[in-house]
């Protein structure tokens, strides 16, 4: 997989990225700080994870990236 060129495609997968970022950094220092996360912790990453695999898999891309050899 490549990173995007699009500008829809490219900015959704930098808001996955740095939505996952977040995520993992928020977990981390929860868990430094000896608290538990809430039950349903996992549904805070599914909103980064769509975002970034819109960007990414060809599939489900709003804007069709151009093929190797149109570039």
Same mark, same amino acid.
């Given at each position: 997989?490549? &990173?995007?060129?699009? +500008?829809?495609?490219?900015?959704?997968?930098?808001?996955?990225?740095?939505?996952?970022?977040?995520?993992? $950094?928020?977990? %981390? %220092? $929860?868990?430094? !700080?000896? !608290?538990?996360?809430?039950? /349903?912790? +996992?549904? /805070? +990453? @599914?909103?980064?994870? %769509?975002?970034?695999? +819109?960007? &990414? %898999?060809? @599939?489900?891309? &709003? !804007?069709?990236?151009?093929?190797?050899?149109?570039?």
């Amino acid at each position: 997989m490549k &990173l995007p060129s699009r +500008w829809l495609n490219k900015t959704l997968f930098y808001c996955g990225l740095t939505g996952l970022s977040f995520q993992l $950094i928020a977990s %981390v %220092v $929860i868990l430094l !700080q000896g !608290q538990s996360r809430e039950l /349903h912790w +996992w549904f /805070h +990453w @599914a909103a980064p994870l %769509v975002c970034l695999l +819109w960007g &990414l %898999v060809p @599939a489900l891309q &709003l !804007q069709q990236e151009p093929a190797e050899r149109d570039k």
